[in-house]
């Protein structure tokens, strides 16, 4: 689980910005189950949303913990050579080209907890930290690396075993130590990677990656591929689909194939078609003909569902796209419900419905807006002075109350 992520230099965000999971409350029980306590006695919120204006920097906060999560893990076999640069978007409407974006993240994994520090530029990492959290409370160093300019080589010390000098042979300078050490399959290292493959996210660098009404249906067909591999997870969403779709009886994953427009040459894919009982009798749809809302919760839920079942995080912009209002609170019980969410796996999202917040507390709200020289701020609901816990959010929000709203 995620207790906080900080960012800094990075799209709209020029300054430090933080999403944080943690309940700081002593001794308060919440009016629902959203919250999880830790093996550390810890408290941390399983749904998070982030709310604000249009181009107020929603979706930029969510892209910063996805490049973490692909650089940490995957920067080494994803970056070809040292002359690569590192795909870093820093602070949009800065003339400084090399300036140093940095990153933290603490996070639980296996009854432990750590805190990571990333800096890096686009033509090398600057600085990368692991520390993990001791009985004292007190963070103690696993390894340190530091970019050294006379050397032109990263400066190495740690405690975990690493075999230091092969890392050297191999760790390039725009690479992350973590990436590198899964290649050499450092047994501790690579276990700290998993939790990193578990973060789900519907965002890249240009945004979010897939929307069934913008490029056409690409992610139906990465969906299907996925759920054809997991037969299990396939069920799960063939039954959650049915509770939302009066009209949908079950869905059937066929063999099909595609041909090259250019070279003729076939290929077999997969393909999903919706399943419909009238009259006791079933039919069979293409499923680009179902509903975008089905549609769309279809690839939507292979972000969802796996990230529940490894007790892992999903990334989502703009949850609600093309859903009814009433699907976004089911989505959320999902993962507020021990039973349906039982390894405590977390959810961020953005979102434009608003009716959301009625579902929520005010420590699970993030409103993100634009300030002067387009900077991103983004402070958590239960920062402003005065916000009650009986409050009507959604109506004082629309009301203007709290910011983060559309200058119109």
Known sequence: MIYSFTFKNFCSFATNATISFEDIRKGVETKSNMFSDTPLGDRLSKVMIVIGPNASGKTSALKALAFLSWFVRYSF???????????????AFSEDKESISEFELVFEHKANVYRYILH???????????YRKEETQHFNY???????????????????????????EILRKNVSLVSASVAIKNDFLTEIAEFWQKIMSNVNRMGKSWDTSSLGERGLFEATDAYNKNK?????????LKDIDLGLDGVSIEEGEARNAKTGEAKKIYLPYGVHKV????????????????????????FLLPAIQQGGIAVIDELEIDLHPHALPQIIELFANPATNPNNSQLLFTSHSLEILNHLEKE????????QECKSEMYR?????????????????????YGAVPNI
């Open 279 to 302: 009259n006791e009798k079933h039919y069979k749809l293409p499923f680009a003909y179902e509903s975008s809302g089905t549609k769309n919760m279809f690839v939507l839920l292979h």
């Open 364 to 371: 699970q709200i993030i409103l993100v807006e634009k300030k």
């Open 120 to 130: 890096l530029c686009r033509t090398h990492v600057v600085k990368e930290e692991l």
């Open 232 to 240: 299990d997870l396939f069920n799960k969403v063939v039954q959650f």
């Open 142 to 168: 696993l390894f340190k690396r530091d970019w050294n300019p006379q050397t032109g080589n990263s400066d190495i010390s740690q405690r975990i075993n690493l075999k230091t000098e092969v890392l050297k």
């Open 381 to 401: 609901l239960d920062e402003i002075k005065g916000v009650r816990r009986d409050d009507n959010i959604y109506a004082k929000y629309m009301a203007g109350a």
């Open 77 to 91: 076999v994803g970056l070809e050579g040292e002359k690569e640069e590192i795909p870093i978007d820093t602070f």
